[in-house]
Each structure stands twice: as structure tokens, then as C-alpha cells.
């Protein structure tokens, strides 16, 4: 709740002081003073935070160490939202690149957490990004309910029906209808 309500802020003396809201790397860069100014060594974050326009389909992103989600194109390709950034909390004057990409009809999209893909075998092996990839590619067309809802269950089965190793949060979402030209 703490994060939201410094999101809360920043929005809100952003729009206020400049008439505009601020971007995915300024969310990151105050949620970053925040968190280091907590002052507790051990305490750091990854957070992953994006922009979507939905009148041109133009996304921008922003991340602080976490997963890099997946974009699966109507056309089978998949490529992930690469943009690099320190862990919140790391270091007081850390900066978050800031990237765009051009949402299109038919891309899914898949925000995940680690605990997703870290189940491992009995040999050790994670289950890990590429096979997470390759299974969004090949249920591409489930509902998404459905595919969230898949995802650990296959995990799971890769190790032979662990339990998940970690927290799972997963949001997927696919593009319905085609964006105007930017």
C-alpha cells in the first residue's frame, strides 16, 4: 500500500506542478528515493512499470530489475519488453531508461513474476523464461482467463506437480482491436 500511495503522489504533484503526468521513469526514479530513503539496507524491490496509450497502441516502459514481459505477436514472433534498470532501493541516484514499443491487434502480453519460472526438476533445471515463452506461443489462441490460469499448473507439472516455488503474479492481455495512427 505504500507503494501506491507514493504512485498516488507522484501522479497527482506531477499533474498539478507540470499539466502533465509523469513518465514510467519518473514513477520509478521517485518510488527509488522512497525506498532507499527507508534507510533499510536489506530492503530493495524490482518493479516493472509501463504506459499504454490506447488511442495509438504506443507503450512505454520503464524497469527496476524485474522480469522482462513477453510480447507474443499475432504472427507467432516473441520478443520481450527489454528495458534495464537497478533493483528500487539500490542506489539513491539510480536511473531507469525508458523505452517505446508499438502495441499492434493480437499481441498478447504477459507481466510475470520470477516465482513463475523457478520451479526446478529433479535435475536442477528451471523451468524458466524459454519454456514460459514457448507455451504462451503455443496457447496463444486460449481466452486469456484461461491461459493465467494454465501457466502454473504447467509449471508445476515440469516438476513433477511441486509446489511453485515462490509467489506467482501473472497479468496477461491481448490487443482486440487496431490503434490509430501515431
Excluded at 512505454?60 to 530489475?65: D, R, W, Y
Excluded at 499481441?107 to 520451479?119: A, C, P, R, S, Y
Excluded at 493465467?148 to 491481448?174: G, H, M, R, W, Y
Amino acid at each position: 500500500s505504500a507503494v501506491c500511495k507514493i504512485l498516488e503522489k507522484t501522479f497527482f504533484l506531477g499533474y498539478v506542478i507540470t499539466g502533465s503526468y509523469p513518465t514510467p521513469s519518473d514513477c520509478l526514479k521517485y518510488l527509488n528515493e522512497a525506498v532507499f530513503e527507508a534507510g533499510h539496507p536489506d530492503l530493495s524491490m524490482t518493479f516493472f512499470i509501463a504506459d499504454i496509450d490506447f488511442k495509438t497502441g504506443l507503450i512505454t516502459f520503464s524497469n527496476a530489475g524485474h522480469n522482462f514481459p513477453i510480447i507474443i505477436r499475432a504472427d507467432g514472433q516473441a520478443q520481450n519488453l527489454l528495458a534495464r534498470g537497478f533493483r528500487l532501493g539500490y542506489a539513491p541516484d539510480a536511473t531507469f531508461p525508458e523505452k517505446t514499443l508499438q502495441l499492434e491487434k493480437g499481441d498478447l502480453l504477459f507481466f510475470f513474476t520470477d516465482g513463475l519460472t523457478e520451479n526446478e526438476n529433479e535435475q536442477g533445471e528451471m523451468w524458466g523464461e524459454r519454456r514460459l515463452r514457448d507455451y504462451l506461443k503455443r496457447n496463444y489462441d486460449l481466452p486469456v482467463a484461461k491461459l493465467i490460469q494454465s501457466i502454473p499448473q504447467e509449471s508445476s507439472k515440469f516438476c513433477n506437480n511441486c509446489d511453485l516455488a515462490d509467489d506467482v503474479t501473472a497479468v496477461a492481455c491481448k490487443v482486440t482491436e487496431s490503434f490509430t495512427s501515431v
